[in-house]
């Protein structure tokens, strides 16, 4: 077990993350205070854990040695940047894990982007499990990267959102994708530049022994790239001019990739649970990280094949007199919406709504067309989604309750009713797994 280099720290928020890091910093011995404006954890307190609910006070971080960020609360916040100008150690989740993680510890595989990260991460885990080695898969995915140093694991495969990448400092990872950059969160960033800014960290904590994948089709992620001191792979739909410079490539055609370089091996992506032109890249991606890791085109195949897929990620729930219900809670913005009426080639009854993004629902409109027989508007964004959908059936359904209950009184058989909300879950959920784990209730009990 990985002593700590510290004995005092101060962990600032407390979600998931925030509660992982306390236990890792509680198991090496360190003395933990914690602070978080909204929620307390009683657990934590009777373990010792000096917990503080409400506002940061002034100096929060005196006599800590190390301050851990939870990815919710941004560098920017007065407060960080008042510990920051004092010099205080500022560090995120992600990188007290790596400092932490036991020896033996095997190397790092780190995903990012806009969208798909969580699938390719997943996807990517079960392929490095083909080998027989003992891999940890999460990060961002869910399981908090501090769990990883229970015990010494073969590879880490970490799912890392730009949140989490502003505060890594030291870790370095022998391989890192970035699987497109589409404008989110810019509630938190002052512009698009910046939010690709924060994500082009993982390239630059690469080893230079690494390699860097990057998705050769979308110009923002290709001048990330200038980021990596590595090889640089590129995953393409369109094999142009613009694919020059890379070690390698890998191309897709329908269902297929085919690498260009090494013995070129090609995969068959056929499980339902990577359907769609996106998840052909997203597979594309993280058969690049396998194969440049050492797994052999026999595992990748057997991986792609049995992969089940995520919930809430254009997940299958039943089918019912001969409509499909699907699960998408995951898309909780716009774009993550358009690959879903993208991906389905069956009429659909969108269930859209929720806390918007600011973003314009327009593209969606046009996405829909000719596929999307209704709108079915849930939330608080309900009436900005029904005004974009004009000339289109639109039933505002407020609830999701009631949003299943007029899909299946409207969904005909060959339709497919699709949860894709393109929209945050907190106006009316906990979070997006709440929202999918609700809806799957609500359909599950459809007689």
């Not at 070690?247 to 068959?268: H, K, N, W, Y």
């Amino acid at each position: 077990m990985t002593s700590a280099p510290f004995q005092r720290a101060v962990v600032v928020g407390l979600g998931k993350s925030g509660r992982s890091a306390c236990e890792l910093l509680l198991s090496r011995g360190v003395k933990v205070a914690a602070f978080d404006e909204k929620a307390g954890d009683a657990g934590l307190e009777a373990r010792g854990v000096a917990v503080t609910v409400g506002p940061l006070p002034r100096r929060f971080w005196d006599g800590a040695d190390v301050v851990v960020l939870s990815p919710g609360v941004p560098r920017s916040k007065p407060e960080i940047r008042a510990a920051l100008d004092a010099q205080a150690k500022v560090i995120g989740e992600v990188e007290l894990a790596y400092r932490l993680l036991p020896p033996g510890a095997g190397p790092l595989l780190g995903v990012t982007g806009t969208n798909g990260k969580s699938t390719t991460t997943a996807l990517l885990g079960q392929l490095m499990r083909e080998t027989g080695k003992k891999v940890f898969t999460g990060g961002n995915l869910g399981t908090p990267f501090s769990d990883a140093c229970a015990q010494p694991h073969d590879w880490h495969v970490v799912e890392l959102s730009s949140f989490q990448l502003e505060s890594v400092v030291d870790a370095r990872f022998l391989g890192g994708a970035i699987l497109n950059l589409t404008p989110d969160h810019l509630d938190r960033y002052p512009d698009h530049a910046a939010y690709g800014d924060a994500k082009a960290n993982l390239f630059r904590r690469l080893d230079p022994s690494g390699f860097a994948v990057v998705n050769a089709d979308d110009p923002h992620v290709l001048g990330l790239g200038a980021h990596a001191r590595t090889r640089l792979f590129g995953f393409t739909t369109q094999l142009t001019g613009t694919n020059a410079g890379f070690t390698g490539v890998a191309i897709g055609e329908g269902q297929s990739c085919m690498f260009l370089f090494g013995d070129r091996p090609r995969f068959e992506v056929r499980s339902r649970a990577l359907r769609g032109a996106h998840n052909v890249q997203n597979a594309m991606a993280a058969a690049l990280l396998a194969s440049l890791a050492g797994v052999s085109s026999d595992a990748i195949q057997r991986g792609l094949d049995a992969f089940p897929g995520l919930p809430h990620r254009l997940e299958s729930v039943r089918e019912l007199d001969g409509v499909e219900w699907i699960n998408d809670s995951k898309a909780t913005n716009v774009d993550s919406t358009l690959v879903a009426l993208r991906a389905l080639t069956t009429p659909l009854w969108l269930i859209a709504g929720g806390k918007g993004k600011g973003a314009p629902y327009a593209p969606m409109v046009e996405a829909a067309k000719g596929r999307v027989k209704g709108v079915l508007t849930i939330g608080q964004d309900a009436p900005a989604i029904a005004e974009a959908f004009k000339g289109f059936t639109v039933v505002d359904c407020q609830s999701l309750e009631r949003a299943v209950a007029e899909a299946k009184a409207r969904a005909t058989r060959g339709d497919a009713v699709l949860l894709s909300p393109a929209c945050a879950s907190y106006d009316q959920f906990q979070h997006f797994e709440h929202r999918g784990d609700t809806f799957k209730q609500l359909v599950k009990a459809l007689s």
